[in-house]
């Protein structure tokens, strides 16, 4: 198993409860020792070295803040967010056992039935809702915000705004399931539990209350006794062994990304679930290099960033949004069918009152890019095209611009560094490149090649209308049910 994220861990559990030997390869730490600060995660206001992965200077979403830069200098570490940079667009990824469940704001979204057609057109959509969404939203862990309690709640005042301005100017608001234990996080309101996500703690980790992968699926996984775990542990190549079966190589890294030792191991099956660009760039390299030459030309294709874009808005004086926030969003504003938009209402927890309103926006885009492999320059390339980005933007304004006519409020134009008013270099959903039924068969079998599997977000084709990861957990549940059943 070539990643731990969602996909993986899935495929994991599924394939040790059957009785199979699992041995997971991660390229990111195991987070479950305490730094000096007696913390196994920094806290999102004041970034160091396990912030972000094998980088010198932090790259974050929002950088700036009243017009000052909030990056900063840091030690090259392995550390828990990767923020990876293609032509046109940075990719924010989870670093480390358990994946992009470590770094996301835990909206546990199933999209609405009437959309799943286009998202997984080959898929059966009534098997997926009566039995697989179910299952992943029971594994995950997913519960809905107690709504008496939200109400009142100090840290989710920005979120009531955010309600308030949606539904004034007639847009449908909606309350999201979340991962987050929300017994604790009332605690943690009542003082009476440690501050998580009341203290911030979202995109380098939180230290106690998101239920992630290594306290559901993983923990699950690892109980049967079967699943061993290789933390800094990167693969670079899959190919045929004489024996039958398949020599992966594999490179043990320190902490500051360096080649510790070179391994070699033979396994009767390989799945990949290195998440999207994991996965694309692993496959896109070892047809190119001659490792697996039968991959098919869909291989690469299909790539697309869930239509991601950043806004703020500068709310009125009469408006405040809390000086506390909690990081766990739990409301979005839903636009897709008249608009091609979903919104979800973020927090900006800074600590100190911002009377601004930040959104996190899944658009409708159509654009898809591709990575192919530079044998020149020895790595994976994107296609992606930062124009692409205003369609997104044009998308989302058709919320945020009838929201600022209505209440009479502007842009915020200090967020993302000069005065831009949209983050439109980035994605926290990347998807595709290893397309279900093109790159693969139904169940996620690549062609060419009997007993590999992709198994993570790749597999969808650059959209899920909202936050992806309960849709690529549902289809793993269904995909490696049928392949433990008719290959194993």
Not at 68 to 87: H, Q, S, W
Request: with cysteine.
């Amino acid at each position: 198993m070539i990643g731990t994220g969602y996909g993986g861990s899935v495929a994991a559990l599924r394939l040790a409860q059957a009785g199979i030997d699992v041995h997971m390869v991660e390229m990111g730490m195991s987070w479950d020792t305490p730094g000096s600060d007696g913390k196994i995660f920094a806290n999102t206001k004041s970034p160091d070295d396990r912030s972000f992965w094998l980088r010198t200077r932090t790259k974050q979403p929002l950088s700036s803040f009243l017009g000052f830069p909030i990056d900063k200098n840091v030690n090259r570490y392995t550390g828990i967010l990767d923020a990876e940079d293609f032509a046109g667009i940075t990719v924010y990824q989870g670093r480390g056992v358990g994946g992009g469940s470590l770094v996301n704001g835990g909206m546990a979204v199933t999209p609405q039935r009437d959309r799943f057609s286009g998202i997984l057109p080959s898929v059966d959509a009534a098997e997926m809702y009566s039995k697989y969404y179910p299952r992943a939203n029971a594994g995950l862990g997913v519960a809905d915000v107690p709504l008496d309690w939200w109400e009142s709640a100090a840290c989710y005042k920005y979120a009531r705004v955010g309600r308030k301005h949606a539904e004034r100017s007639n847009f449908p608001h909606i309350f999201v399931p979340n991962v987050y234990d929300w017994d604790y996080m009332a605690q943690e309101a009542a003082g009476n539990a440690t501050k998580s996500a009341l203290d911030g703690e979202v995109i380098f980790g939180n230290n106690h209350g998101k239920k992630t992968l290594p306290k559901t699926y993983l923990a699950q996984a690892k109980a049967t006794g079967r699943v061993a775990i290789s933390p800094l542990h990167e693969v670079t190549s899959v190919s045929p062994a004489s024996g039958g079966g398949y020599t992966v190589a594999i490179r043990q890294l320190d902490t500051t990304g360096g080649t510790v030792a070179t391994k070699t191991v033979t396994a009767d099956r390989v799945f990949f679930a290195a998440g999207s660009v994991g996965t694309s760039k692993l496959l896109v390299k070892l047809r190119a290099t001659g490792a697996l030459p039968n991959l098919n030309g869909e291989v690469g294709k299909g790539w697309g960033d869930n239509g991601n874009v950043m806004c703020g808005r500068a709310n009125h004086m009469w408006d405040p949004t809390g000086t506390v926030q909690s990081a766990m969003p739990s409301t979005g504003i839903d636009n897709w069918n008249a608009g091609g938009a979903f919104a979800e209402v973020a927090p900006v927890p800074t600590g100190i009152e911002t009377y601004a309103s930040l959104y996190l926006s899944i658009t409708n885009t159509p654009h898809r890019a591709e990575f192919s492999w530079n044998a020149a320059a020895g790595k994976a390339e994107l296609s992606w095209q930062r124009a692409w980005k205003e369609t997104s933007i044009g998308m989302a304004k058709t919320i945020f611009d009838k929201i600022n006519k209505k209440e009479g409020t502007i842009y915020r134009t200090d967020f993302f560094g000069g005065t831009k008013q949209w983050n439109d270099s980035l994605t926290y959903h990347p998807l595709g490149g290893a397309v279900l039924n093109k790159a693969t068969d139904n169940y996620g079998r690549l062609h060419g090649y009997a007993g590999l599997y992709v198994i993570d977000g790749s597999l969808i084709p650059g959209n899920t209308s909202v936050n992806p990861f309960v849709t690529i957990t549902a289809l793993a549940e269904r995909n490696i049910e049928k392949i433990i059943a008719t290959d194993l």
